[in-house]
């Protein structure tokens, strides 16, 4: 997960492995002897571009150790499908679970690949005659895909927007039954989370609401909205590092100034749990 060639100025993400499972996190690895924190999620929480993520910012502002278990293009279907990352989860103190899209998800209309969950691999049935057509071999990600079939039409996509949101929600719900553990959902995004649903699609995390939130936020856990502020929305925040040919993938990530936020803001919820042990 490490790209450009040592000392050119590129990031080392010290690309690490727990267990049996067959992902790639970000490093260094650290020692799941109780008692840790677990940082669970996508792209975002791996800190693509960054020298410093939320978790590791997070460890260095209390006692807490924080193990990075955030995977370049993982949803919820990547972290259901990972024993490893759930058995690492339910033994923590305390985790932490970014709010992944609603898109990356295997659903009634669509299949995606098991481990990186952006990639879009065959439709169901139910989806060729909704969408009779479309040319399904032309897609290769959900990002495009559901792009183009809400271009489609408004009523059409309204079904497959309401299977997606009503999947998320069934997945959310078997994460935190197996999970059992307190637990902070992370809003991480340029934009709050919007009340309409019909706009949600372009937005990311797509497809994701406020009610959404509500719905899924367990009853002893908290969700902590952190907004990327960006005063040139189609440029990458400063201090982030990246390959030019990268700039637009970069453009669309929370930089170092919201992690930081992130970081402090988890701090202070967490303080309860923060425990004097030695960090691992």
Not at 112 to 118: F, G, M, Q
Not at 211 to 226: K, N, R, S, V, Y
Request: contains cysteine; glycine residues 8%.
């Amino acid at each position: 997960m490490s790209y450009a060639r040592p000392g050119s100025g590129g990031l080392d993400y010290y690309p690490c492995s727990y267990g049996t499972s067959p992902l790639i996190f970000r490093g260094p690895r650290r020692s799941l002897a109780a008692p840790y924190c677990a940082a669970l999620g996508g792209t975002e929480t791996f800190g693509k571009f960054l020298s410093h993520p939320y978790p590791a910012l997070l460890e260095s502002r209390s006692a807490l150790r924080v193990a990075n278990f955030g995977s370049i293009n993982a949803g919820l279907d990547t972290l259901l499908g990972d024993a490893t990352v759930i058995e690492a989860a339910s033994g923590a103190t305390s985790v932490i679970l970014q709010v992944l899209p609603a898109q990356n998800l295997s659903n009634p209309f669509y299949r995606v690949h098991p481990r990186r969950n952006d990639r879009f691999i065959r439709p169901t049935s139910a989806l060729r005659r909704l969408y009779p057509e479309v040319d399904f071999t032309a897609f290769s990600f959900t990002g495009h895909l559901i792009g183009t079939l809400q271009r489609c039409g408004p009523k059409r996509f309204a079904r497959l927007r309401a299977a997606l949101q009503s999947t998320w929600i069934e997945r959310m719900e078997t994460l935190l039954r197996r999970i059992a553990r307190p637990l902070t959902l992370l809003w991480l995004a340029g934009h709050a989370p919007p009340d309409d649903a019909g706009a949600a699609h372009a937005q990311r995390p797509p497809l994701v609401t406020r009610a959404m939130l509500a719905h899924a936020t367990p009853a002893d856990g908290a969700c902590l909205e952190i907004r990327a502020r960006r005063a040139q929305p189609s440029q990458p925040a400063p201090g982030m590092i990246h390959p030019p040919l990268e700039r637009a993938a970069a453009a669309a990530l929370p930089g170092p100034e919201a992690h930081e936020r992130a970081a402090a803001a988890l701090a202070r919820l967490l303080a309860p749990h923060t425990l004097s042990k030695a960090k691992g």
